[in-house]
């Protein structure tokens, strides 16, 4: 019953054109890119003074859609649970925004996006994009909407490396920032499952070395890819307590059907993917992932240095995949910058979807969070 | 906003806080202290607890707080990074107290300690008569889940002081709200300490502890 109540209710997502020839926009890798999309939503009103923005971030297979429903569909946007009226970002005193990275598929200009220069889609002819050149655009969207300073910036995972690379590029165009189960960094390990990912879309034949749009897509590689990042976004207790060791009556064990449950899931979520995701987008963005450090040229006493921001850290106990050890080095590097900072590691057995379902300690921490940083005038 | 019932413990460290100072309390709890410092001294406050529930008391009450385990100690703080860090009843909890008194007298000018005193006279009554681990009311666990891992006196705590070179600087003793003025070790249930830095003694206890000293010429 309340569920509608609590909803943004219909939403229509919205496009933000820049950086057309000739002034394409200058990336990271030195290439240039232009005419860019992103495709963005927004939830509440802007106030008059524009100091009630927050900007969320997504994460690998997120998109601008975090909530509220679009005409026609069932399932809410991403991180409904989060933004709403009443809710952890409350849609009646917020103004959230949340865009599609470039390089994604969901409306932003990505590799499947149609390249002005030969009229048809990029490919592996789209320039390599990093988390800094995600940021930078998004810089280029709340500039254009007119926000000189966001309330916040917010996102778990790859959102969370969104939200620290505004740490350090914008600090004086945040008030404050919540990076969740995140890292300034990968690691070697989380390095070497998204390379899994990559070597099953580049073993499927259907890839053609990215050049596959307008034919069959490489689903099987993509799914795979896509099973890999789901047994690192659980837990084994999560696993155990959703699967157990249960089977599917109709398979038998030796014939390679989906015999035990957590296969069949694997396998669904898989094919689930490939419907709306694409495996090019999947390569960019994950790349970007990996090549992500914020500690490559700087020291860890100094990466924050002129920041004046209010910051709150969350990481869960059972996240393997992003393990607190990577959260409590940004609560260091915070630290050693004097920066006002809350660390909290939420008890959780979800493993690195805790981001996502552990919405009751998230919603009561940001909320007070939130609520301290609006109060407090000089942030 | 001070609490209705008095509490003359949490009212002394009040006072010997100066006005906007920068507090750091280790064991924060549900932050109580903290937010009342920052109501009534403007102090900036900051805590560490190592228990979520005290976790999310502290950000409902707006106070900036990490959740850690204060036995791995306070590396990331240069020296005396606050005007103030608070031990309130926390210090016999601590797997590694000495570790961590001298973290806290590295990164704080002063050091506010108050501990439960273990040679109050009831709990000696309990421990001669009865023949019990003493359960009072400021020691109100049973021995098995007590959060209380080491067992002082008011005089193993000067003890320790002297051993370590923490000089006291103003002390209080406590039973029942009320402030106890002769033969505290044995009548007074709570003591509260105010320590600093004694002269040398961050060389002192470089050698004691064997690591390196890091401004020694600040202090020697």
């Known amino acids: 019953m309340a569920d509608s109540d609590l909803s943004v209710g219909v939403v229509e997502t919205q496009y933000f054109t820049f950086a057309e020839p000739p002034n394409e ?22 106030n008059a003074q524009r100091s009630n923005a927050v900007l969320v971030l997504h994460a690998l297979s997120g998109d601008g859609h975090a909530a509220g429903y ?49 009229g048809r889609p990029y490919g592996l002819a789209f320039p390599h994009v990093t988390i800094r050149d995600m940021v930078t655009a998004q810089e280029r969207l709340i500039t254009h909407l007119g926000i000189d300073r966001l309330l916040t910036v917010i996102g778990g995972s790859m959102g969370g490396m969104q939200v620290l690379q505004w740490m350090v590029a914008h600090p004086h165009r945040i008030r404050s920032a919540i990076p969740i189960a995140t890292a300034l960094h990968h690691s070697p390990q989380q390095i070497a499952f998204h390379e899994v990912g990559r070597q099953a879309i580049f073993a499927d034949p259907n890839w053609r070395h990215g050049d596959y749009y307008g034919q069959d897509p490489p689903a099987r590689g993509l799914a795979v890819a896509r099973m890999v990042g789901h047994i690192t976004y659980m837990s084994d207790v999560s696993m155990a307590e959703k699967f157990g060791r249960r089977v599917k009556a109709d398979q038998p064990p030796f014939h390679f059907g989906p015999h035990f449950e957590v296969e069949g899931y694997l396998r669904y979520r898989g094919d689930h993917f490939v419907q709306r995701f694409d495996a090019n987008s999947y390569l960019y963005i994950t790349k970007a992932i990996d090549a992500f450090n914020l500690l490559a040229d700087t020291r860890l006493q100094d990466v924050f240095k002129p920041l004046r921001a209010k910051i709150l850290v969350i990481a869960f106990k059972s996240d393997w995949l992003y393990p607190a050890y990577q959260s409590q080095e940004i609560v260091r590097a915070c630290k ?44 | 906003m001070t609490s209705s019932t008095p509490d003359l413990e949490h009212d002394t460290i009040l006072a010997w806080v100066d006005r906007g100072a920068s507090v750091l309390d280790l064991g924060c709890g549900d932050g109580a202290l903290l937010a009342d410092l920052v109501a009534t001294k403007q102090v900036t406050a900051c805590g560490i607890d190592i228990d979520e529930h005290a976790i999310y008391q502290c950000v409902a009450r707006g106070l900036s707080v990490f959740h850690q385990d204060l ?32 973290e806290a007298t590295r990164v704080g000018r002063k050091v506010i300690v108050s501990i439960p005193n273990f040679a109050h006279y009831a709990a000696r009554f309990q421990v001669f008569f009865r023949g019990r681990v003493p359960v009072t009311p400021i020691l109100p666990y049973e021995w098995y889940d007590s959060p209380n891992i080491h067992f002082l006196s008011i005089l193993d705590f000067r003890d320790f002081c002297a051993d370590q070179r923490f000089r006291i600087e103003k ?23 105010l320590l600093s830095h004694s002269e040398g003694s961050a060389v002192m206890r470089a050698i004691h ?4 000293v890091l401004h020694p010429r600040r202090d020697a």
């Open chain 1, 25 to 46: 926009f200058p990336l990271e890798s030195g290439d240039r890119l232009g005419p860019i999309t992103l495709a963005y939503e927004s939830y509440g009103a802007l």
């Open chain 1, 70 to 118: 679009h005409v026609g569909e069932e399932r809410p946007g991403w991180w409904d649970a989060m933004i709403g009226p009443g809710k952890a970002l409350d849609t009646e005193t917020y103004f959230v925004l949340c865009s599609n990275v470039i390089g994604g598929c969901k409306g932003s200009t990505g590799p499947s996006s149609v390249n002005p220069t030969t």
């Open chain 1, 336 to 379: 050693l910058a004097h920066v006002d900072a809350t660390y909290c590691e939420i008890p959780s057995t979800y493993g690195h979807d805790a981001f996502l379902l552990e919405v009751d300690e998230e919603t009561h921490l940001i909320t007070h969070f939130l609520r301290t940083v609006a109060h407090n005038r000089e942030a």
């Open chain 2, 71 to 102: 036995d791995t100690g306070l590396a990331e703080y240069t020296d005396r990074s606050f005007d103030y860090v608070i031990l309130k009843q926390s210090l016999q909890q601590l797997r590694q107290p000495t570790f961590v008194l001298r």
């Open chain 2, 171 to 193: 002390s209080l003793f406590l039973r029942r709200n009320h402030a106890v003025r002769v033969f505290p070790n044995f009548f007074a249930e709570t003591a509260i300490f």
């Open chain 2, 209 to 212: 502890s064997g690591t390196r």
